[in-house]
């Protein structure tokens, strides 16, 4: 495939889910008014930040009045999950020059990295552009759609209420059943969720600590149990 | 300068040197043996923990609509239907619950 094939269909594959992300961006909009950021502000961050789920924390904590460096602390701990995404694909990125490194990793998403290794799993030859194009039209829904929130905050309604924050979770866990390859990953993926489990219920962790605890914990089973 | 551009400057450079950090540290592990059966298996131990996570913070609806979630995805494969099936659940067992 030539890479603006592959650019294509990463665009096209991710469409749903970035109907999802407008919702998100409707709604971290709408608490972006709340911390009085205006549509530079809010367009600014979704440009530079680029990471839903950090932003919303960050800006959740500016809003209960916590100060810019616990709202910076939380943001950043929920994000080091990143460091274990792009890991996971670091193949894409060899002998890139380093403008399509940086690119690729600016736009290195839950939904768009999931997406592309779940497109690979299935057998197809997609790589660096798949996920680049799922990316910038992650990208476009997410910028658009958080400043379009700010702008327009007073007439948006409570995504909670209509169920809409669910839609991230039921798109994981399809993207789970496509990254399923049989028995072998019984014990990797079981020792996650029991880690999260445990870590959550104890209260040791918060969830962006117990979620980093947990992918690793299964990955260390699936490196020293499993063979090849 | 104001707390959002703090915080966005803050988040830039953290967020940034996370998924580049990740390309470097992964390019210098090495090809074969444990480290790559670990790298291999890393994005579904994630995905897992991540949906785990989001379901243990939730209640009985939102494990009842992951279940459901979970039925279409295995039967139908489908992105769409799934989202569609979850959203459906969760909304309906909010509202008349």
New interface residues.
Partial sequence: MTPAMEFRSGLREIM??AM?VVIYGLAFGVL?AQ???GGL?TG??GT????GA??IV??ER?VAGA??VA??VA??AL????????????DF??GRPWWQ??LG??F?T?EN??MT?AARKAGRDVGYWHLVGGGAGLFTAWVGATVAGVLFASAIPEPR????D????????????????GHR?LA??G???A???IA??SRMLD?SW???L???????????A?D? | MTDPWIVTLGLCAGTFSARLGGILLGQRLPTGGAWARALNALPGTLIVALVAGQLFQGGLNEWIAGALAAAVAFTTRSLVLTMAVGIATVYVLRTYT
């Fill in positions: 749903p889910l999802g972006a911390a009085m950021m502000e600014a961050m530079l930040v680029f990471a950090a932003q960050a800006v500016l100060g810019s709202a910076l943001g950043i994000n080091l999950r990143l460091i274990l995404v792009t890991a996971s694909i670091r990125f060899v490194v940086a990793a600016h290195s839950d990295w999931a290794v209420a209509l169920g809409i669910f839609a991230f979770t039921a798109a994981f866990i399809l993207i789970a059943r496509t990254l399923w390859q990953d990797p993926w020792t996650s969720v880690v999260v489990a959550l219920w969830p117990a979620l980093i947990g992918g690793v914990a299964g990955a260390a089973v699936a490196g020293i499993g090849d």
